[in-house]
């Protein structure tokens, strides 16, 4: 467990699928298995001149400067290595923040508490100085403490904040001191401090391997939560990020399962034999799941409250519908369809009833996912024979690609909604998958940093 306190110091200010089935049947699966902006806001710092405009348009990236943490105990030494080098890759890698590198600097920081030289940082042009200090117990417990100042001003930028946790949470901890860093310049929330579920992939491209495997937002730490003897698909998060549903074909034919990740424990979601069922999604409160079930060869939605196991069917059309996500709110779905003759995206209601067709662009739309801020929808499109990842408004205005290649698709969003994670698949018989992340301005297009292939990714929430 970690926890974290106010680092005090005098003048220190508080600011605070199977073979034989219905032709129908089989295009369903196409649709749902396949692995499943705008104008931003702009972002201020709350207090303080520091501050990042996020736009748009391209932005200067912030010039920032992090020595290293002070190792207040000789063992600490190398934790305080790691933990500042967690940081400032934490923080550049959003390409909002420039790191300057040690070389340039003037003054060494030789402790916690030691009088700030701001001439000398103002020289090099630092923005913002972190620094920090670790100390590490008898018992392998370790405290990690920071301040953030505003060089130009020549004042810290909020109160120093204190993290402490076991020998193993360094890297958590490290990642929780960036989200405050984050949160105080850029004035929205970070991400840093949460987990990715995602399908881990091995094998010729004919006779791939699947299994469910987790992992920090940054590609560190993998554990793997099934082998690969059955297909798994398409993990997703529930709200308070210990329960994960997925696809499984270890029947021989898709079924959702519920996995408890303490436990690393799974059962099926419901008793439903001779039936596919298939792309769950939690709701937002973690009580009721939505999914798609194919059945007499027709595929529609339905939702199940997980303490009783009643079950709602939420459409009732020849069409197939699949691919659902809820509002923030609980109070709407976003989902695809081929109701108007190719794939498109429709909004309705929580108890289901008519919806209303949200995407009129060229190609085909599919796996929506509605942002966490609740403004905006992040889908994969298909169009002249390019896959990209776009978002637009909850009423389908203002769309916007901002990836495109032989095959880009399943969107997720970090729990901040300013940043989407997918997969990307390389061409030819070679080819593999991989994860990508771009912010919803679309500029930062990168790899997740990992071994292997994946895809079919799930960001949870930020972790407690």
């Known amino acids: 467990m970690i926890r974290f306190a106010t680092a005090s110091r005098p003048g220190f ?78 923080l550049a890698g959003t390409g909002l923040f420039r790191e300057i590198p040690e070389t340039a600097f003037i003054s060494p920081v030789t402790g916690f508490d030691a009088p700030v030289a701001y001439a000398d940082w103002k020289a090099i042009n630092a923005q913002a100085l972190i620094t920090g200090a670790v100390a590490q117990g008898s018992d392998g417990r370790i405290n990690v403490k920071f301040r953030l100042y505003d060089v130009f001003s020549g004042a810290p930028l909020g109160e120093g904040l204190q993290f402490g946790g076991g020998e193993g949470d360094w890297r958590r901890i490290a990642h929780k001191v960036a989200d405050q860093v984050y949160a105080r310049i850029t004035g929205e929330d970070g991400y840093f401090d949460s987990r990715v579920v995602y399908v881990s992939e091995a094998g010729p491209k004919d006779a791939r391997q699947k299994r469910l495997a987790i992992m920090d937002y940054d590609g560190a730490n993998v554990q793997y939560l099934t082998d690969s003897s059955t297909i798994v698909l398409a993990p997703r998060f529930s709200p308070s990020g210990d329960r994960i549903l997925y696809t499984s074909f270890e029947t021989g034919f898709p079924r959702i399962k519920l996995m408890d990740l303490a436990s690393v424990s799974s059962r099926a979601l419901a008793d439903l034999q001779g039936n596919m069922t298939f792309a769950p999604r939690f709701s937002p409160d973690g009580s009721t799941v939505v999914f798609s079930l194919s059945q007499d060869g027709n595929t529609d939605l339905y939702s199940m409250q997980l303490s009783s196991g009643q079950m709602t069917r939420l459409t009732n059309a020849p069409s197939i519908e699949t691919a659902p996500s809820f509002s923030p709110d609980g109070s709407k779905i976003v989902f695809e369809s081929d109701r108007s003759g190719n794939q498109q995206l429709y909004v309705m209601g929580v108890g289901g009833g008519e919806p209303t067709r949200i995407s009129f662009g060229e190609g085909r739309y599919g796996t929506p996912v509605w942002s966490p801020r609740g403004d905006m929808i992040a889908f994969t499109k298909q169009n002249a024979g390019r896959f990209h990842i776009g978002v637009m408004r909850t009423d389908g205005s203002e769309e916007r690609l901002l990836t495109a290649s032989f095959l880009d698709e399943g969107p997720t969003w970090a729990p901040n909604g300013r940043v989407i994670m997918f997969t990307r698949e390389t061409a030819g018989a070679g080819g593999i998958s991989q994860l990508f992340s771009v912010d919803i301005s679309g500029r930062n297009l990168k790899p997740v940093p990992m071994e292997g292939g994946a895809s079919d990714p799930a960001w949870s929430p930020l972790l407690p």
């Open 13 to 90: 200010t508080q600011r605070a699928h199977k073979e034989g089935d219905a032709m129908s049947v089989l295009r369903s699966l196409c649709l749902a298995l396949a692995v499943t902006g705008l104008a931003a806001p702009a972002a201020l710092a709350q207090q303080g001149p520091l501050r990042i405009e996020i736009t748009e348009g391209v932005i200067e990236p912030l010039p920032f400067a992090a020595p290293a943490f002070v190792a207040e105990t000789p063992s600490a030494s190398q934790v305080a290595a790691e933990v500042t080098r967690v940081i400032a890759a934490d």
